[in-house]
């Protein structure tokens, strides 16, 4: 799976925004504690708006907050808001897949693959990531032998 720049900044912002919960925080103020591109940012907060994961309150003292508190949203819910679906294969979804001969059984693989996705980023919400605090399902992952390896 790999997670574009977008994802990784709304993610980020959402944590940003879970640590804050439920006061505003500015673009500039999560551009700068998060170090990423202003303007981008605001392109992804919108994403997240739309999405309804984030509320946006405009002024002098307007910014942005979680739309449920952190321990209700999930980093899932965060990727699909600005990604689309988790799991994708050539633009369709892993049950929409059709091949034939030695191939046809690859759907299940596909499907296989979006429910392990599922599992992590589905059940991990914003304030677990905050406190660090991960499910042991998630933490149990991480200390496979070759999880910290590259290949």
Known sequence: MQ????????????LSLATAYPSLLSTQAI???QDMPRKF????????????VVRAQRGAEGGYTLARPPREVTVGAILRAVEGPLAGVRGLRPEETRYEGSA???PRLWVAVRAAVRQVLDEVTLAEVVSGRLPTHVRKLTTLPDAWEPR
């Open 31 to 33: 551009a700068s504690e």
């Open 41 to 52: 940012l605001e392109a992804v907060l919108a994403d997240l708006r739309r999405a309804g």
């Open 104 to 106: 046809e059984n690859l």
């Open 3 to 14: 997670i574009s720049a977008r994802g990784d900044y709304a993610v980020r912002a959402a």
